[in-house]
């Protein structure tokens, strides 16, 4: 016996359908939001990561040296290879680019619910797109995409990293580290670093900042404690407001103590939380940032996003939606070995017409047969007999209801059709 190794998970047929349900709605979503898909390696080089997120990345990755002696890592997130992938073949494309990918991820992480080390992600961005605008589209997006999976519980938070920067007007290694603190919310060692470099006057204003979370009376009074060092950010997140109310999008607060914990942000950061699911609740998260300077391109304005998709499935099935599996339309079940030819010959017509259709594959009797196809949740059983068959008939029963009638061989397409068109009503 072998054990899968750690942090990954293996998907039963039920589990698969609900993570499909999901990567299904998302994109769909994306493509009615005119994003298109794209797919990129499943691994890249080390370094790529590295110059997106610094060295400390290494630790966090599942990392090998190939035959050819290269250093490579399995993907930890999407945007370092969208923004290469942009670099390298799409730049001439027209603007904006709004892309999309579903797809696994992997991250050397202490395994716990919600949190795997195989996991699945729905990567979102614009490129090259004015800000506020291509700001607004993503946050809608992301909001679209969760209620079309039907998940309600959710609290969006949106934020403007570049408030805190330009008040933190520090060199970059150091307003990094005072960022990354405050990300994690760790307070007093915050109050260390900042009175370290002589800035401890402006440690209490940071953190009252941090903690403010509202509606628009939030952004009023970080201007009163922060001043001009905050205004050109609050008057952003106003009209980005506007912008989304024409979305028709009002059911988000204002937080700015979002921070994300990566530094080509540099704008406008927004999480998802779904407040139901505990410890890892946070269901997606994004931003504006500045990523292809940094791997070497010309600068790029862009904004995007990740929604881990097993956080959603979670979420979903707290919130009981359901995401059942597309079931089998027929089970086709010859009444005797004489009547198999003509059992298969009705199968392959059922499944050449697009139905779902399924056959005894080892030879058990009637009444062996029904339980089966009862234990794999098919729709209806095609009874093939041979009288019937004889008058050009087939049994047709409905799994759910017991009922058993006649039907012609050449309607029997029609008859699945139509009693699934009532099964969804
Ligand atoms: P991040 O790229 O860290 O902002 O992650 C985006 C989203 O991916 C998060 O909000 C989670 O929903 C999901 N996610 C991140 N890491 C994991 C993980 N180890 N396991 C499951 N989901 C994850």
Redesign the pocket.
């Known amino acids: 016996m072998f054990e899968k190794p750690r942090g990954t998970r293996d998907f039963t047929p039920p589990e698969t359908a609900k993570h499909r349900f999901v990567e299904r709605a998302f994109r769909r979503t994306a493509e009615s939001y005119g994003f298109r898909e794209i797919l990129t390696p499943t691994f890249e080089t080390v370094e790529l990561f590295k110059a997106r997120s610094g060295p400390g990345i290494i630790d966090e990755m599942f990392t090998f040296t190939d035959k050819g002696g290269r250093e490579l890592a399995l993907r930890p997130?999407f945007t370092a290879s969208v923004i290469r992938f942009y670099l390298s073949d799409l730049r001439s494309a027209p603007k904006p680019l709004k892309v999309f990918t579903l797809g696994n991820?992997f991250?050397y992480?202490e395994p716990q619910k919600?949190?795997?080390?195989e996991?699945f992600?729905w990567n979102c961005e614009i490129i090259g797109g004015p800000s506020l605008e291509a700001d607004a589209e993503v946050i809608a997006l992301a909001d679209a995409g969760l209620k079309s999976v039907g998940v309600k519980k959710t609290e969006m938070r949106i934020g403007y990293i570049g408030m805190l920067r330009k008040y933190l007007d520090f060199p970059p290694e150091v307003q990094a580290k005072l960022l990354h603190l405050l990300d994690k919310k760790r307070m007093e060692e915050l109050e260390k670093a900042m009175t370290d470099i002589g800035a401890v006057d402006k440690c209490e204003k940071v953190c009252s900042v941090a903690l403010l979370k509202g509606d628009g009376e939030v952004l009023d009074q970080a201007e009163r404690l922060l001043g001009d060092a905050a205004k050109e950010s609050v008057d952003y997140l106003r009209r980005l407001g506007k912008q989304l109310a024409l979305y028709g999008l009002e059911d988000f607060v204002y937080d700015l103590g979002v921070v994300?914990?990566l530094d080509y942000y540099t704008g406008m950061v927004f999480?998802?939380d779904s407040p139901n699911l505990g410890a890892?609740k946070?269901?997606?998260?994004?931003g504006a940032y500045s990523l292809a300077d940094i791997l070497g391109g010309e600068a790029a304005i862009s904004t995007g996003f990740?929604?881990?998709v097993?956080?959603i499935v979670l979420a979903a099935e707290q919130e009981d939606v359901k995401m059942t599996p597309s079931p089998l339309d027929a089970y086709v079940i010859p009444i005797g070995l004489s009547m198999r030819a003509k059992a298969f010959e009705i199968l392959k017509k059922l499944r050449v017409e697009g139905l779902a259709a399924d056959i005894d594959l080892v030879g058990r009797g009637p009444s062996k047969n029904l339980d089966y196809a009862n234990s794999i949740g098919a729709l209806h059983c095609v009874l093939v007999g041979e009288k019937e068959t004889a008058k050009g008939l087939v049994a047709l029963r409905d799994m759910q209801t017991g009922k058993q009638a006649e039907v012609k061989v050449e309607s029997l397409t029609d008859a699945l059709r139509s009693a699934k068109r009532q099964s969804i009503k």
């Open positions: 997130e991820c991250r992480e919600g949190r795997y080390r996991f992600q994300r914990g999480e998802i890892e946070q269901v997606g998260g994004g990740a929604v881990g097993d956080r």
